[in-house]
């Protein structure tokens, strides 16, 4: 049942927020870049193998639509999915804001967000901004295309896109805190309002094109090697 996808993309997201974003503004300067690359990749492997058989993972907008335009996800599902994982999002925001308040903080203005410019990571502008999450969800939205093409990478599926994803925050945290999914940049942005909400639109728009380009580039790179 539908039902059952939806409630599984809603806990995956829950988790991954909960987790990766919990864990880069509760302990970011204690883990470092890797600790905190590593507490999101390992999301993705444990709800791999925990929601994959049911609604294959995506907890992800971005991955949603290459799943639409790869023809693997319906449009009801599509919506359905996206509306689950923001909600998904917003939810574990809304919890770990809940625990940083809860120890007297007066003002929250680290939930794990995103952004760019003066005072965020090494200062990029927003162009740059745009094409570095154009570029690492290119990256990972191609691994997922590539490693969920055959039914025989079934058993490692979870493990190499989870690792995919730990490997562009690596890169990513730096410049933009690495979103490469939209509902984990909306999660905090809601929350925190803001500078994190005006740059929101970034964090929406460039993993989208970015999985556009990996299934263009999916479709006329593997398919046609494929075919020959």
């Known amino acids: 049942m539908s039902f059952k996808k939806y409630i599984a993309e809603f806990i995956g997201t829950f988790v991954l927020v909960l987790f990766g974003c919990g864990s880069a503004a509760t302990a970011g300067g204690e883990l470092g870049y890797l600790g905190i690359a590593f507490a999101f990749g390992l999301s993705i492997v444990a709800m791999a193998y925990v929601i994959g058989p049911v609604s294959g993972c995506h907890i992800n907008p971005a991955v949603s639509l290459a799943m639409l335009l790869t023809r693997k996800c319906s449009g009801g599902d599509f919506i359905g999915y996206v509306i689950a994982q923001l909600l998904g999002a917003v939810s574990a925001s809304g919890i770990l804001y809940a625990i940083i308040s809860s120890t007297g903080t007066t003002t929250v203005t680290n939930l794990g967000q995103n952004g760019f410019g003066t005072g965020y990571g090494i200062g990029i502008t927003v162009g740059i901004a745009v094409m570095v999450e154009i570029i690492l969800t290119f990256v990972f939205i191609y691994t997922i295309l590539g490693v969920t093409s055959s039914s025989n990478n079934s058993s490692i599926a979870g493990l190499v896109i989870g690792f995919t994803l730990a490997f ?54 593997n398919q046609r090697r494929q075919q020959v």
């Open 168 to 221: 562009v925050h690596i890169l990513g945290i730096g410049l933009t805190g690495t979103s490469v999914n939209p509902a984990r940049s909306f999660g905090p942005a809601i929350l925190l309002g803001g500078e994190a909400l005006s740059e929101l639109w970034v964090f929406i728009v460039a993993p989208l094109i970015g999985a556009i380009v990996a299934v263009l580039a999916y479709k006329i790179i």
